[in-house]
């Protein structure tokens, strides 16, 4: 499988007028080998085989829906990171509600060790380079990363994400989602994915779906599934990116994120997208290639030479 991308800028050791490469690797097998979990490695365009960093890639979709097809996006998020010479490991992971959170971690956290141990020899990654990135529920599980990954990711990006899922956003109905048509817990059930999100949204039932758990009965129990509270001086550098008009994850969540890393003296950034949504639409391309821009400049600042 080939992916056709056109690459602005070249990174150490590319060949002008080449295209990248992806190849699918199955990271963990459970009952059988038709029972997998894959990975998406992108490699630049042209490479010669240098040992090169990689970024371990989570996608979003409310630890619901989605998988690791990384497509073109406004600015081209992928184009820019294979640019600057880093190899992109997209995951999938397994879905709730037939998965529980603790086990979508061990997935996460599965992957990375395997890209550790075994992308050295299949893709030319330094396992002294990793970094962690992801998208809405993806930057979710890049923030819990930050301190359930041993060694902790030399940094990680946050696009949209969260840090605390026991909180009134999720655990209580949200007037955003209750305007659009009830869904029926028939319907959730039957249909999965959007439809139960969309249930769970106007249900507030989504941190109980996840984890069995009722943060309005036990708050404490949630302690190990929020990032915000578990950061220490140790956490490592992050970039937060979040838009203000966020009608699906609060802007104040990353606000909160930012605020604690500042109190443990954590190294980050926080780019906040002025009237920005739940992601980049295609009006917004020149603002993504800038933000992707920052997202390689914050990435390089933690980055080994070559």
Same mark, same amino acid.
């Given at each position: 499988?080939?992916?056709?991308?056109? *690459?602005?800028?070249? !990174?150490?050791?590319? %060949?002008?007028? /080449?295209?990248?490469?992806?190849?699918?690797?199955?990271?963990?097998?459970? $009952?059988?080998?038709?029972?997998?979990?894959?990975?998406?490695?992108?490699?630049?365009?042209? $490479?010669?085989?240098?040992?090169?960093?990689?970024?371990?890639? &989570?996608?979003?979709?409310?630890?619901?829906?989605?998988?690791?097809?990384?497509?073109?996006?406004?600015?081209?998020? %992928?184009?820019?990171? %294979?640019?600057?010479?880093?190899?992109?490991?997209? *995951?999938?992971?397994?879905?709730?509600?037939?998965?529980?959170?603790?086990?979508?971690?061990?997935?996460?956290?599965?992957?990375?060790?395997?890209?550790?141990?075994?992308?050295?020899?299949?893709?030319?990654? $330094?396992?002294?380079?990793?970094?962690?990135?992801?998208?809405?529920? !993806?930057?979710?599980?890049?923030?819990?990363?930050?301190?359930?990954?041993?060694? /902790?990711?030399?940094?990680?990006?946050?696009?949209?994400?969260?840090?605390?899922?026991?909180?009134?956003?999720?655990? +209580?109905?949200?007037?955003?989602?209750? #305007?659009?048509?009830?869904?029926?817990?028939?319907?959730?059930?039957?249909?999965?994915?959007?439809?139960?999100?969309?249930?769970?949204?106007? =249900?507030?039932?989504?941190?109980?779906?996840?984890?069995?758990?009722?943060?309005?009965? $036990?708050?404490?129990?949630?302690?190990?599934?929020?990032?915000?509270?578990?950061?220490?001086? @140790?956490?490592?550098?992050?970039?937060?990116?979040?838009?203000?008009? @966020?009608?699906?994850?609060?802007?104040?969540?990353?606000? +909160?994120?930012?605020?604690?890393?500042?109190?443990?003296?954590?190294?980050?950034?926080?780019?906040? &997208?002025?009237?920005?949504?739940?992601?980049? @639409?295609?009006? =917004?391309?020149?603002? /993504?290639?800038?933000?992707? #821009?920052?997202?390689?400049?914050?990435?390089?600042?933690?980055?080994?030479?070559?």
């Amino acid at each position: 499988m080939r992916l056709c991308l056109s *690459i602005a800028v070249l !990174g150490p050791g590319l %060949l002008r007028g /080449a295209e990248p490469t992806v190849t699918t690797y199955p990271f963990k097998t459970f $009952d059988s080998s038709t029972n997998q979990l894959k990975a998406d490695v992108h490699r630049p365009a042209g $490479d010669l085989g240098a040992v090169r960093p990689v970024i371990v890639f &989570i996608h979003g979709g409310a630890l619901m829906m989605g998988n690791r097809s990384l497509k073109p996006t406004p600015g081209s998020l %992928l184009e820019t990171l %294979l640019a600057a010479g880093y190899v992109v490991v997209s *995951i999938d992971y397994r879905l709730a509600p037939e998965a529980k959170l603790p086990a979508i971690l061990d997935d996460v956290i599965d992957a990375c060790r395997w890209v550790r141990q075994r992308g050295p020899e299949l893709f030319q990654a $330094d396992p002294q380079q990793l970094f962690v990135m992801g998208q809405s529920a !993806g930057g979710y599980l890049t923030q819990m990363m930050g301190w359930r990954l041993h060694p /902790a990711p030399r940094a990680l990006v946050s696009f949209w994400g969260y840090g605390d899922i026991a909180g009134p956003w999720y655990a +209580q109905p949200d007037a955003f989602y209750r #305007q659009q048509p009830l869904v029926s817990k028939e319907e959730a059930d039957r249909t999965g994915g959007a439809k139960l999100y969309l249930y769970c949204r106007q =249900q507030g039932l989504w941190p109980v779906v996840l984890t069995g758990l009722d943060p309005a009965k $036990d708050a404490d129990a949630f302690k190990p599934f929020c990032p915000v509270r578990n950061i220490t001086r @140790d956490y490592p550098p992050t970039l937060l990116i979040h838009g203000t008009k @966020d009608t699906d994850v609060p802007y104040e969540l990353s606000v +909160q994120m930012d605020k604690e890393l500042a109190s443990k003296n954590v190294p980050h950034q926080f780019i906040t &997208i002025p009237e920005g949504g739940h992601g980049f @639409d295609r009006r =917004q391309t020149e603002l /993504a290639t800038r933000t992707y #821009q920052q997202v390689v400049s914050f990435l390089q600042q933690y980055r080994k030479p070559s």
